[in-house]
């Protein structure tokens, strides 16, 4: 009997020790929320943005990942299916204009994104004018059941000389959110009536390797940001989508959020 009660002491002791080695790690473990965003789009009629949408949904599901999707008009048309899919998940879907034009209203400006981006079309993709932006905002709402959130194509907006003007269009359309400029050291801010929820990095840094995501996600845990990665399906590789997010799960308390959730959690 005593040799019973022994293991019995032994066993417990052994569970009470795993219970506190457990939750200090859970404690120790620095607290990120992080926003997986998409730009869900095809560029052209032959053009497959779908390409990879099934394997990220897989890659979500596995780390039980909430995320948000930013579609082109055409594209919602295009692959009803997979929105309803997206919807049934519980994904917020917002609006990437309806053909990718951008929000760029001056050849000036045109020209700075050509030399940002190796490009010399920028100005034939552009609305030229927020009558024109307006005008596709509007379209995109009507026609699909998209929220009103925004994501400016090759998140123009950072060099257009008329923010101002911009901003103007998305209140006038509706958007609620617009998730389109690059982190200011702020989770979130207004802009008349638009609330901005800035970009932190994009897929391209998974490139880079874990020295440089983690600089990333430190200093996000440090000026109490989120970590808001902005990422193309069709351009994505699956291997380095997945070794990161297994990367940020190994050595952060990770929390998964949708881009609406942003103002909400850090109005706290």
């Known amino acids: 009997m005593k040799e019973l009660n022994r293991t019995i002491l032994i066993i417990s002791l052994f569970l009470l020790l795993s219970s506190c080695l457990s939750h200090s790690s859970s404690v120790s473990s ?11 789009e095809d560029l052209h009629l032959n053009d497959n943005g779908t390409a990879n949408m099934p394997e990220i949904l897989k890659i ?21 299916d997979v929105i309803k899919e997206l919807k049934a998940r519980g994904y ?28 010399n079309n920028t100005w034939e993709r552009s ?16 026609e699909t059941e998209l929220m009103p959130m925004f994501r400016s194509p090759c998140l123009a907006v950072n060099w257009i ?4 003007e911009y901003f103007e269009t998305l209140e006038k359309a509706g958007i609620i959110i ?22 932190t990095m994009s897929e391209d840094y998974f490139n880079f390797g874990y020295f440089k995501c983690k600089k990333i996600a430190k200093s996000c845990i440090d000026k109490n940001l989120p970590l808001v990665i902005v990422m193309h ?31 909400i959690i850090y109005a706290q």
Not at 30 to 40: E, G, H, M, R, S
Not at 60 to 78: D, M, P, R, S, Y
Request: glycine share 2%; charged share 25%; net charge neutral.
């Open 30 to 40: 620095p607290k990120l929320y992080v926003a997986l965003t998409f730009d869900y």
């Open 60 to 80: 979500l599901e596995k780390h039980n990942a909430t995320a948000t999707f930013f579609v082109l008009g055409k594209t919602a048309k295009l692959h009803e």
């Open 92 to 119: 917020s879907i917002g609006v990437h204009t309806y053909f990718h034009n951008m929000p760029v209203f001056n050849k000036r400006d045109a020209l700075l994104i050509d030399k940002i981006y190796h490009v």
């Open 127 to 142: 609305f030229k004018n927020s009558q024109a932006f307006l005008a596709d905002l509007r379209r995109c709402l009507n």
């Open 161 to 164: 000389s008329n923010r101002e």
């Open 178 to 199: 617009d998730s389109s400029l690059y982190q200011e050291d702020k989770p979130f801010y207004y802009v008349g009536k638009v609330i901005e929820v800035p970009v």
């Open 233 to 263: 399906p069709q351009k994505l590789s699956l291997r380095n989508f997945e070794r990161f997010l297994d990367f940020l799960e190994a050595n952060y308390n990770v929390t998964y959020i949708r881009i609406e959730e942003v103002p």
